[in-house]
């Protein structure tokens, strides 16, 4: 019985064997045939007028050559043109640190930085600021220049009253001298008052009043000391004419 179950399966008609030649030469014409025909392939021409006309525009016009061999990626398309040059990062006005390629928002917060009373004392204090990426850090830093106490004593002679004399005289009493000088309050002295005492000029005095309204107010002799651009010279020579009252008083 399982004999004839297995020629039921395995027992073809002479049409049914006709078909499976037919399909096993079409799967052999398949496989073998693509061995045989030669593939197709693209033939590319050249205009050879067009091409000596393009040589002859390239040979009179050399900076387009170079333009034409630049990789079209290679320079990002959000990039931004900037300048690097030896910057102090407490002097650079707002333009030059623009010119350095930074931007707004970071511009604003190194000013108010500074206008607070902020100071850099090294060039890695730079990467402190607030949005400042670390690439740009990086890139600025090797230009950064801080004022040494030569440039500090050169402002301080630009700032000082005309009337006043820094060198003293061969037998001069220095004690004398610190006492032709009115004592001021701190917290309510005008810009003409500050401007009064010794090494304190235009400058310096007009950032004295607004260091001390930006604070509310001097809480010591020393607050004064942290102006911006007020060096510690300048500073002794003026905290003996200084005195600390509440503005009420």
Same mark, same amino acid.
């Given at each position: 019985?399982?004999?004839?179950?297995?020629?039921?399966?395995?027992?073809?008609?002479?049409?049914?064997?006709?078909?499976?030649?037919?399909?096993?030469?079409?799967?052999?014409?398949?496989?073998?045939?693509?061995?045989?025909?030669?593939?197709?392939?693209?033939?590319?021409?050249?205009?050879?007028? %067009?091409?000596?006309?393009?040589?002859?525009?390239? &040979?009179?016009?050399?900076?387009?050559?170079? &333009?034409?061999?630049?990789?079209?990626?290679?320079?990002? &398309?959000?990039? *931004?043109?900037?300048?690097?040059?030896?910057? @102090?990062?407490?002097?650079?006005?707002?333009?030059?640190?623009?010119?350095?390629?930074?931007?707004?928002?970071?511009?604003?917060?190194?000013?108010?930085?500074?206008? *607070?009373?902020?100071?850099?004392?090294?060039?890695?204090?730079?990467?402190?600021?607030?949005?400042?990426?670390?690439? @740009?850090? @990086?890139?600025?830093?090797?230009?950064?220049?801080? &004022?040494?106490?030569?440039?500090?004593?050169?402002?301080?002679?630009?700032?000082?009253?005309?009337?006043?004399?820094?060198?003293? =005289?061969?037998?001069?009493?220095?004690?004398?001298?610190?006492?032709?000088?009115?004592?001021?309050?701190?917290?309510?002295?005008?810009?003409?008052?500050?401007?009064? %005492?010794?090494?304190?000029?235009?400058?310096?005095?007009?950032?004295?009043?607004?260091?001390?309204?930006? %604070?509310?107010?001097?809480?010591?002799?020393?607050?004064?000391?942290?102006?911006?651009?007020?060096?510690?010279?300048?500073?002794?020579?003026?905290?003996?004419?200084?005195?600390? *009252?509440?503005?009420? =008083?």
């Amino acid at each position: 019985m399982i004999k004839g179950i297995w020629k039921d399966y395995f027992t073809f008609s002479k049409k049914e064997r006709n078909a499976v030649f037919i399909l096993l030469v079409i799967l052999a014409a398949t496989i073998v045939v693509p061995y045989f025909v030669p593939e197709k392939k693209l033939r590319i021409t050249i205009d050879e007028d %067009l091409q000596q006309q393009l040589d002859k525009y390239l &040979a009179q016009h050399p900076r387009d050559t170079q &333009a034409a061999n630049v990789v079209s990626d290679s320079v990002p &398309a959000n990039s *931004k043109s900037y300048e690097l040059f030896r910057f @102090d990062p407490n002097t650079l006005d707002e333009n030059g640190f623009r010119k350095l390629g930074l931007g707004d928002k970071v511009i604003h917060t190194l000013m108010n930085y500074r206008n *607070k009373g902020g100071y850099f004392k090294t060039p890695d204090d730079i990467r402190k600021v607030y949005g400042l990426t670390k690439s @740009d850090a @990086d890139r600025l830093m090797p230009y950064i220049k801080i &004022a040494s106490s030569e440039n500090k004593q050169t402002a301080y002679e630009e700032n000082k009253p005309t009337t006043y004399k820094e060198d003293k =005289q061969p037998g001069e009493n220095s004690h004398e001298q610190h006492n032709s000088y009115k004592k001021i309050n701190i917290n309510t002295a005008s810009a003409d008052e500050w401007k009064a %005492l010794p090494g304190i000029g235009e400058v310096l005095s007009n950032r004295i009043i607004k260091f001390r309204n930006m %604070l509310g107010g001097f809480k010591s002799i020393e607050d004064v000391r942290k102006t911006y651009g007020l060096s510690d010279s300048t500073f002794q020579l003026i905290k003996p004419h200084l005195v600390l *009252k509440d503005s009420a =008083q």
